[in-house]
């Protein structure tokens, strides 16, 4: 099943030659040194993709940042199933409109968030900014004027009440006490906040495209706050079926030809996604794991923590295909994410007219919904 998803690549993590090794006699047969560096070339006017192509001929992060845009670009042009994991405070720092683009260009196929960013998404659809700040000095007045600070970011409490009250109304809509995924809950969100939003953001955009988002965590989020206060105003019980989440998500990837990673950061959307190609199991099969993946984390891997986790160590779990081509890129995400995207966004021009999002088999989770 699924021979495809075999083919050959450039090897874990390893990109292909960029050309000979032009140098001394002693070095031309060593097949160590076939490919030189090249040093960056600055232009008075250069694109984002001109700029990583520079970039790729160079070394540490700068060549790294080149191998996420050409392995993302791979996973598209190969048609591969695409989870996409968004951790840490993505919208807040002004993440969402590259996350929208990504939906709305078909760059991702299944999105795994923490609750906390689909939270910022609808305060920001609603119209309410996040405000550029210092980062610290001035807590204790913060504090009391009641405006929170994300550290160079902040965000009055009046505003994200304003947000959280939409979310409450919005759950007293569900039908209480029937269990739902939270796919399913961000469908319906976003199919509510579009006849309302002030500007088109991730949850409205998913909604309109099919794409699905999962928040395996949802109740460490104000939309978790949202609908417990309104079981506690009115009993109306809203029921996260997060084990039909596990159950989709497996599926996908199940009946997926091949499937691709993109971390941000790491958290509970990273190993949500990781553990998906594993899951087969539970339905009697095996499937070999991602084979393509980028993360983009500044956490290390000796500390045991999974957003550090090396896709090297995913393999010893058959998370990762043997034969995957993967990068990590050890920049921060708003720097790397904008540069990556940007260059894909040029190089891939209009990919909604060659590339339709894949028929998601949800499996029997989703049966009678």
């Known amino acids: 099943m699924r021979d495809s998803r075999h083919s050959a690549g450039h090897g874990p993590g390893h990109p292909p030659a960029a050309g000979p090794y032009i140098g001394g006699a002693q070095d031309r047969h060593d097949a160590l040194l076939h490919t030189h560096v090249r040093p960056f070339q600055v232009k008075d006017k250069a694109s984002a993709a001109e700029i990583l192509e520079g970039m790729a ?11 996420a845009a050409r392995i993302w670009r791979r996973m598209i042009e190969d048609g591969a199933t695409i989870f996409f994991g968004l951790a840490g405070a993505m919208v807040p720092a002004g993440m969402r409109d590259v996350v929208r683009h990504l939906i709305e260009n078909r760059m991702v196929d299944v999105i795994v968030s923490t609750g906390a960013n689909m939270f910022h998404d609808v305060y920001e659809t609603l119209g309410s900014p996040h405000w550029q700040s210092a980062p610290g000095g001035m807590d204790i007045e913060l504090g009391r004027r009641r405006i929170n600070r994300f550290y160079d970011v902040l965000a009055p409490e009046s505003d994200f009440a304003d947000a959280e009250e939409f979310v409450v109304a919005f759950a007293h809509t569900l039908e209480a006490g029937r269990p739902i995924t939270t796919r399913e809950y961000f469908q319906r969100i976003g199919e509510a906040l579009a006849p309302v939003a002030r500007q088109e953001g991730i949850l409205t955009a998913a909604a309109k495209a099919g794409v699905p988002i999962y928040s395996p965590a949802i109740g460490d989020s104000v939309h978790g706050l949202a609908v417990t206060t309104a079981r506690v ?21 199940l009946k997926a030809e091949r499937t691709g990673v993109i971390y941000v950061g790491g ?19 095996e499937v070999p794991g991602h084979k393509y993946g980028v993360q983009i984390t500044m956490d290390q891997p000796q500390w045991g923590g999974l957003s550090g986790c090396t896709f090297e160590e995913a393999q010893s779990w058959r998370k990762i295909a043997p034969d995957a081509d993967f990068v990590t890129v050890n920049v921060e995400a708003t720097v790397a994410l904008p540069l990556i995207v940007s260059a894909l966004a040029e190089e891939l021009g209009d990919v909604r007219s060659r590339r339709l999002l894949p028929e998601l088999d949800f499996g029997p989770a989703a049966e009678g919904r």
């Not at 001929?57 to 191998?67: I, W």
């Not at 019980?237 to 996908?252: L, Q």
């Not at 958290?267 to 099969?285: D, L, R, S, W």
């Open 57 to 67: 001929g160079t070394s540490f992060q700068a060549r790294n940042l080149a191998q």
């Open 233 to 253: 105003r009115t009993g109306h019980r809203v029921v996260f079926d997060v084990i039909g989440d596990v159950m989709e998500t497996s599926h996908i990837a």
């Open 267 to 285: 958290g509970t959307p990273k190993n949500f996604i990781q553990q998906a190609e594993v899951a087969a199991y539970i339905y009697g099969e």
